[in-house]
């Protein structure tokens, strides 16, 4: 049975039950709901010692998470120690990650290719082996996760491994190379990647040391890297190639170079299997007189935008993509806010930019324009030992 009440007391019985929902509700919206905060999983490659180009002084390999829709770098986990993890990637299935160990002291003949099983807050290891080279400075990965590619700087060595259904390395095929050029880095070969094009039948290997980029078609069968027929692309003396990404297309592939400051853009005829430089782009405003050399090339996921990283200038170059013809217009630059941008990543949804500042210690985030391809700097400044990769 229902209390009878003076109708005052019903009205503020009323206005306070109003009350108590409006500040709840009040309470909720203020309140950030962090299971719907879209967080992503990135790792970062460092340098832990010091060595003759860098002071190193991290401990490993470290997994950050970053806000997407704000691009804030949240807190750093160390998830294995290791020496010079310099480079890394993931497998397409994200279940494992490949590191290379960048030895090349005197009495390390060889660095080495860790492969790591991916857990949520652990990397478990599963195997390692040498590359037959000192310096091993990238690692990648064909499309289909069966094989995976080391650059060795110091030894003019590529070495190819199959991965087996359980993430081990076992070593297929080394390549061998030699040669020179003109500039005083170039005094022997320095591989420095090996890239695989879209369609995975095509890898290639930018040299630094002899301005060539080394081509080759990959047999899956076997495990075996082929050169093609053309078997090399020379591009410009003194050049240096160092990283190179490929259109979506395959009808292009963007290098860039470290000691003269540039970008070659690269035609592909996938009906004579020829590659033609068509383009030899600045990475630096003209007005700019001081040192610097080039490390990192990145393709927005649009494929409208392509940038490019300068240590010295510390900058990210930023180029608008003729998607026809592949040639590249120059945008200009945008500072990275810390010094010697040794790589750089974009975010898979193309909103953000992350750059990796190896001597000031730092990680910058920015958001990318979609209309015009510039970089806003989002204020958020990351503090992290010596970052040298970023692999999302």
Same mark, same amino acid.
């Given at each position: 049975?229902?209390?009878?009440?003076?109708?005052?007391?019903?009205? =503020?019985?009323?206005? =306070? +039950? #109003?009350?108590?929902?409006?500040?709840?509700?009040?309470?909720?919206?203020?309140?950030?709901?962090?299971?719907? #905060?879209?967080?992503?999983?990135?790792?970062?490659?460092? @340098?832990?010692?010091?060595?003759?180009? $860098?002071?190193?002084?991290?401990?490993?390999?470290?997994?950050?998470?970053?806000?997407?829709?704000?691009?804030?770098?949240?807190?750093?986990?160390?998830?294995?120690?290791?020496?010079?993890?310099?480079?890394?990637?993931?497998?397409?299935?994200?279940?494992?990650?490949?590191?290379?160990?960048?030895?090349?002291?005197?009495?390390?003949?060889?660095?080495?290719?860790?492969? /790591?099983?991916?857990?949520?807050?652990?990397?478990?290891?599963?195997?390692?082996?040498?590359?037959?080279?000192?310096?091993?400075?990238? $690692?990648?990965?064909?499309?289909?996760?069966?094989?995976?590619? $080391?650059?060795? /700087?110091?030894?003019?060595?590529?070495?190819?491994?199959?991965?087996?259904?359980?993430?081990?390395?076992?070593?297929?095929?080394?390549?061998?190379?030699?040669?020179?050029?003109?500039?005083?880095?170039?005094?022997?070969?320095?591989?420095?990647?090996?890239?695989?094009?879209?369609?995975?039948?095509?890898?290639?290997?930018?040299?630094?040391?002899?301005?060539?980029?080394?081509?080759?078609?990959?047999?899956?069968?076997?495990?075996?890297?082929?050169?093609?027929?053309?078997?090399?692309?020379?591009?410009?003396?003194?050049?240096?190639?160092?990283?190179?990404?490929?259109?979506?297309?395959?009808?292009?592939? @963007?290098?860039?170079?470290?000691?003269?400051?540039?970008?070659?853009? #690269?035609?592909?005829?996938?009906?004579?299997?020829?590659?033609?430089?068509?383009?030899?782009?600045?990475?630096?405003?003209?007005?700019?007189?001081?040192?610097? @050399?080039?490390?990192?090339?990145?393709?927005?996921?649009?494929?409208?935008?392509?940038?490019?990283?300068?240590?010295?200038?510390?900058?990210?170059?930023? @180029?608008?993509?003729?998607?026809?013809?592949?040639?590249?217009?120059?945008?200009?630059?945008?500072?990275?806010?810390?010094?010697?941008?040794?790589?750089?990543?974009?975010?898979?949804?193309?909103?953000?930019?992350?750059?990796?500042?190896?001597?000031?210690?730092?990680? +910058?985030?920015?958001?990318?324009?979609?209309?015009?391809?510039?970089?806003?700097?989002?204020?958020?400044?990351?503090? #992290?030992?010596?970052? $040298?990769?970023?692999?999302?």
């Amino acid at each position: 049975m229902l209390k009878k009440y003076p109708s005052f007391i019903y009205s =503020l019985l009323l206005l =306070l +039950t #109003i009350g108590t929902a409006c500040s709840t509700q009040e309470k909720k919206e203020k309140t950030p709901n962090t299971k719907s #905060i879209d967080l992503t999983t990135f790792y970062i490659g460092t @340098y832990t010692r010091p060595e003759g180009h $860098v002071a190193g002084n991290a401990k490993g390999v470290y997994k950050i998470q970053v806000n997407e829709t704000t691009g804030e770098i949240k807190e750093k986990k160390l998830v294995t120690e290791l020496i010079n993890p310099s480079f890394l990637t993931y497998s397409p299935n994200k279940k494992y990650l490949y590191v290379v160990s960048e030895l090349a002291h005197a009495d390390e003949p060889t660095g080495f290719i860790y492969a /790591y099983k991916i857990g949520k807050d652990t990397l478990t290891f599963i195997n390692r082996l040498p590359t037959d080279g000192q310096a091993p400075c990238h $690692v990648s990965i064909d499309k289909n996760g069966q094989f995976a590619f $080391v650059a060795n /700087y110091v030894g003019g060595v590529v070495k190819m491994y199959r991965i087996n259904a359980e993430g081990a390395l076992v070593a297929t095929d080394k390549q061998q190379f030699a040669g020179s050029s003109t500039h005083p880095q170039q005094d022997s070969p320095h591989l420095h990647s090996v890239i695989i094009a879209p369609d995975n039948k095509v890898a290639v290997a930018p040299d630094k040391g002899t301005d060539k980029i080394w081509l080759f078609n990959i047999d899956h069968e076997n495990g075996k890297l082929v050169p093609t027929e053309q078997a090399f692309l020379k591009i410009q003396d003194g050049a240096g190639p160092r990283h190179l990404v490929w259109s979506k297309n395959g009808q292009f592939c @963007y290098v860039i170079n470290e000691l003269d400051n540039t970008v070659n853009v #690269i035609a592909y005829d996938k009906t004579t299997h020829l590659f033609t430089s068509i383009q030899a782009i600045a990475t630096l405003p003209e007005a700019f007189k001081g040192e610097s @050399y080039c490390a990192d090339i990145r393709l927005h996921p649009s494929g409208k935008f392509l940038y490019g990283s300068n240590r010295g200038h510390d900058s990210i170059a930023m @180029y608008e993509v003729n998607e026809a013809t592949g040639k590249l217009t120059f945008i200009g630059t945008e500072s990275t806010r810390g010094t010697f941008p040794r790589n750089f990543r974009i975010d898979a949804k193309g909103k953000f930019l992350y750059a990796a500042n190896q001597n000031s210690r730092n990680i +910058t985030s920015y958001a990318i324009d979609a209309t015009t391809g510039q970089l806003d700097f989002t204020g958020f400044d990351f503090k #992290i030992g010596t970052p $040298v990769c970023i692999e999302f």
